[in-house]
């Protein structure tokens, strides 16, 4: 079996032992360490290179999104679950442009949990369902953020046309139908997308059309 490693970053000291106990029951887990002190957790990254990391979102002296940002520069490559009791709308953006893999709440059930490591681990992106629903309002209304301007954005106009398609939920499939174009055609503006905005997921494609003002 092949394990996963994990570090746990977060400032309750009774909810890091309880993840503590909960992981330990299954052995694909390894818990390389645990911390509550936030930069503590960015060297240990850096020094125990685990699969995937477990982080607070609100810490005392700096933010969990200021510490997805830290890691992001020092080219960590363990991906991100916030794990947090926010349900504020703009955390869950905020943490997913810093480069978060995912975002849960505290109050998440074991065995969702364990699923959400797993996938976080092959890297894909996951947001817990009561969130769900905040990510699209935040896809269809993204009035906190301001549009930037054409001459910053590196995507075509097929590609930013193709992009804001993605943001509203359509599939490959159906863009291709709503736009006149082979299957095929769409795959390649995706992947192209994907490529220059060093994205992986379409859920993070939507992420970046929040931010810039897509509609």
């Given at each position: 079996m092949?394990?996963?490693?994990?570090?746990?970053?977060?400032?309750?000291?009774?909810?890091?032992?309880?993840i503590i106990a909960l992981l330990r029951r299954y052995e694909e887990f390894v818990l390389l360490g645990e911390t509550g002190d936030p930069m503590a957790g960015v060297?240990?990254?850096k020094s125990l290179d685990p699969d995937v990391i477990l982080l607070d979102l609100h810490m005392p002296g700096i933010s969990g999104v200021e510490v997805l940002k830290i890691l992001a520069a020092e080219k960590i490559r363990a991906q991100v679950l916030m794990l947090t009791?926010?349900?504020?709308?703009?955390?869950?953006?905020?943490?997913?442009?810093?480069?978060?893999?995912?975002?849960?709440?505290?109050?998440?059930?074991t065995e969702a949990l364990?699923?959400?490591i797993r996938q976080a681990a092959h890297g894909e992106t996951v947001v817990c369902p009561e969130m769900s629903s905040k990510l699209v309002e935040g896809v269809r209304n993204p009035g906190r953020k301001v549009a930037k301007g054409e001459d910053e954005n590196p995507l075509s106009p097929r590609?930013?046309?193709?992009?804001?398609?993605?943001?509203?939920?359509?599939?490959?499939?159906e863009?291709?139908?709503?736009?006149?174009?082979?299957?095929?055609?769409?795959?390649?503006?995706?992947?192209n997308i994907f490529k220059k905005l060093n994205i992986t997921s379409r859920v993070q494609a939507a992420v970046y059309a929040i931010d810039h003002g897509f509609r």
């Open positions: 092949n394990k996963l490693s994990l570090l746990i970053i977060d400032d309750h000291t009774l909810f890091r032992s309880g060297k240990l990254a009791v926010s349900e504020d709308g703009e955390d869950l953006i905020d943490a997913l442009c810093a480069g978060a893999r995912g975002y849960l709440l505290k109050n998440i059930d364990v699923a959400a590609e930013r046309e193709i992009l804001s398609h993605i943001a509203r939920g359509d599939s490959n499939k863009i291709a139908q709503l736009l006149n174009l082979a299957d095929s055609t769409v795959k390649i503006h995706v992947q």
